[in-house]
């Protein structure tokens, strides 16, 4: 070997122990640099704060804001004592966890490489070897287990003070251990739609905290026991228990479409009823929850789990064959259809994303069907847009021109920080008096309820969902009242129109009474004449 050979194996040998190494740690995430960030942009009681103050429940909705140790328990107490009073307090909690991954990690370390659950091994591996760099395990020391402790004080905690220091687990207690789906969960973030159609982040489940509390209606309702309905399903940027369901926090549970059910249903976004009655939900009813196996990671879905339909999960975890806690890279309409989205389609941010699913979909169809199916979902949406568009401008101006029935006499104004509106969102939570008058709740109705699920049953291919059940029938059943009511509402204000004052001669003469005189007239003199004839 010569010099200038030897001296070229001498670097790469260098770069491969002391660079790469480096450059690998470099690109990992920092926990703690992720966990500050968190906290630093979370937005807590949110804008509006002032207006309202949380109730008891809602320290489990934001335990980062509102949770507060209970004082029924008093002193420290170790992680044995943890397990022990909460077998016989909490049964229900203990067995959950006493059978789930976190209670029994031996059993992850003990897998065969036929196991379709595997590949948690290495993850169990990476956790560990993060936890030592961070001082959280000595070197060279495994985790035995993840107890209540660990997650309710910290982990590799000895003991904790019941009443003092006990805390509700956040995304970022989850993330000590779990950094790479924290990472990949907070990256929702950082989307930004091309034309502003969304503030940054949103929708995702990343910012659906703040899109909660910085909802005007929501924070000045009175009824916060109402309100925190919204809390439930919008915690998911506080909490990772709403996917993986505690304390069994099982990954083959959130692999599958119920996991997704609590949230993801009802009036205004209907995904789980319309992926259930779609071909895809009738596949899993009949052979999926028999035969699929949810063990299996999502990229291993069709070849060891043996799926032969997507499930919610498969379709919106994927983006380019790669599959993460990052929801959102091929979102397009978002929450609901706007004419700002549908007027930019074409836009290559959308267009790219277009690709994207056209990839999804080629797991399992043509590339001509994926095709077609989703150009016709596209126009069919716009379809749909157009109808309530028109809807919306008919209200607009009926609120503009005063003609809202009570709207002159009897439309309280809705409670700060809201603002009045007309067919506002704020009325379906909300109303006063003749606010909302009922063609506004009719078209707040057809925008937030029936468009979303016209939209909702297109794109998940259930064609009761969008053509006749829900969808366009509702859409033309809305259209139709409120058509109706415009047409009632303006024919009356007309025949209210007072009458405009008459000149008392001119009204004479234009009268009927004139006309009468002459005919008289004409017939009198019509006798004279007849009369002097003979």
């Avoid at 009926?398 to 439309?411: A, E, H, P, S, V």
């Avoid at 009045?420 to 009325?427: H, K, R, T, V």
């Amino acid at each position: 070997m010569n010099y200038n050979a030897a001296l070229k194996l001498f670097v790469l040998v260098i770069a491969q122990t002391l660079l790469l190494p480096a450059l690998s740690q470099a690109n990992e995430p920092d926990f703690q640099d992720l966990s500050a960030a968190y906290y630093k942009d979370h937005p807590g009681k949110g804008k509006y704060g002032p207006l309202w103050s949380p109730i008891p429940i809602q320290k489990y909705w934001n335990p980062k804001d509102f949770y507060q140790p209970p004082s029924s328990v008093q002193g420290e107490k170790t992680a044995e004592q943890c397990v022990e009073c909460h077998q016989s307090l909490t049964p229900g909690a203990f067995h959950a966890w006493k059978n789930s991954i976190h209670a029994n990690l031996d059993n992850i370390r003990n897998l065969s490489s036929e196991d379709a659950r595997f590949y948690k091994k290495q993850k169990l591996e990476d956790i560990e070897k993060n936890l030592r760099q961070r001082g959280l395990l000595r070197e060279s020391e495994n985790l035995a287990q993840v107890g209540c402790i660990d997650c309710h004080s910290g982990v590799g905690a000895k003991s904790v003070d019941h009443a003092k220091k006990l805390i509700m687990p956040d995304r970022a207690a989850c993330g000590t251990c779990h950094v790479e789906q924290f990472t990949e969960a907070e990256s929702e973030k950082a989307q930004t739609w091309p034309q502003g159609q969304w503030p940054k982040g949103h929708p995702s489940h990343s910012m659906d905290w703040k899109a909660n509390v910085e909802t005007a209606i929501w924070a000045g309702m009175p009824e916060r026991e109402i309100a925190q309905g919204c809390d439930m399903c919008h915690y998911q940027q506080n909490k990772c228990d709403g996917c993986h369901t505690r304390h069994t926090f099982s990954a083959a549970e959130a692999r599958q479409p119920e996991a997704c059910a609590t949230c993801h249903n009802g009036v205004d976004h209907n995904e789980f009823e319309n992926f259930m009655l779609s071909k895809h939900g009738t596949v899993y009813q009949t052979q999926g929850k028999a035969k699929w196996n949810f063990e299996a990671p999502l990229k291993d879905a069709l070849t060891k789990g043996g799926y032969t339909a997507p499930t919610c999960q498969y379709c919106h975890f994927e983006f380019e064959g790669e599959f993460s806690h990052n929801l959102v890279r091929k979102v397009r309409w978002g929450f609901n259809p706007t004419p700002a989205i549908a007027d930019n389609l074409q836009h290559p941010w959308f267009s790219e994303r277009k690709e994207a699913w056209l990839k999804t979909c080629a797991d399992c169809h043509s590339p001509g069907f994926a095709e077609a199916y989703l150009t016709a979902a596209d126009k069919g949406t716009i379809a749909g847009l157009k109808v309530e568009q028109e809807a919306r401008h008919v209200i607009e101006n009926l609120y503009k021109d005063g003609l809202l029935t009570g709207q002159k006499i009897n439309r309280p104004v809705p409670p700060a920080p809201e603002k009045d509106a007309p067919g506002g969102f704020f009325q379906l939570f909300w109303a006063r008096g003749n606010n909302p008058s009922a063609v506004e709740r009719v078209h707040a109705d057809m925008w937030e309820h029936d468009l979303v699920k016209l939209y909702k049953g297109l794109v998940h291919a259930n064609p009761g969902g969008f053509t006749y059940t829900e969808g366009w029938s509702e859409l033309m059943k809305d259209y139709a009242f409120i058509m109706n009511e415009n047409t009632v509402l303006r024919e009356e204000h007309a025949r209210n129109l007072p009458k405009p004052a008459k000149n008392g001669f001119v009204e004479f003469l234009t009268s009927g009474y004139l006309l009468g005189l002459v005919l008289i007239g004409a017939g009198v003199a019509f006798i004279l004449t007849r009369n002097k004839r003979s």
